[in-house]
């Protein structure tokens, strides 16, 4: 499964352009997905050096994803394109309803 992931209010606190404090369960759970096959996809609307900080986080965190604000690994974006990911799960704070604890991200996607 394709799993696109937001990182400022979903794997950390709003602090941008600073990283936040963890959200509970939220690397635990994506270290789960990833273990289990699943592509993560960083979907976020970060940017350059801020981008880079949030991926750091995330791979120094034991997060790899596959994919940063692209559909495939060697995927560029340019001025001017969509930047709409192709994913078959969302997660992001701003979903309906809000962002579900990550431990019921869990039991709904393993």
């Not at 273990?35 to 750091?56: C, F, K, M, P």
Request: proline share 5%; hydrophobic share 40%.
């Amino acid at each position: 499964m394709r799993i696109a992931v937001d990182f400022d209010g979903t794997v950390v606190e709003h602090q941008y352009p600073r990283i936040g404090r963890p959200i509970p369960n939220a690397i635990e759970v994506l270290k789960k997905l990833q273990a289990a096959n699943h592509t993560l996809i960083l979907w976020t609307y970060r940017s350059g050096d801020t981008l880079q900080d949030a991926v750091e986080y995330c791979k120094s965190n034991g997060v790899d994803f596959y994919a940063v604000n692209a559909n495939e690994p060697d995927e560029e974006w340019k001025e001017g394109m969509s930047r709409l990911i192709s994913a078959d799960v969302f997660i992001d704070d701003r979903n309906v309803g809000g962002l579900m604890p990550w431990n019921e991200v869990e039991k709904q996607l393993l």
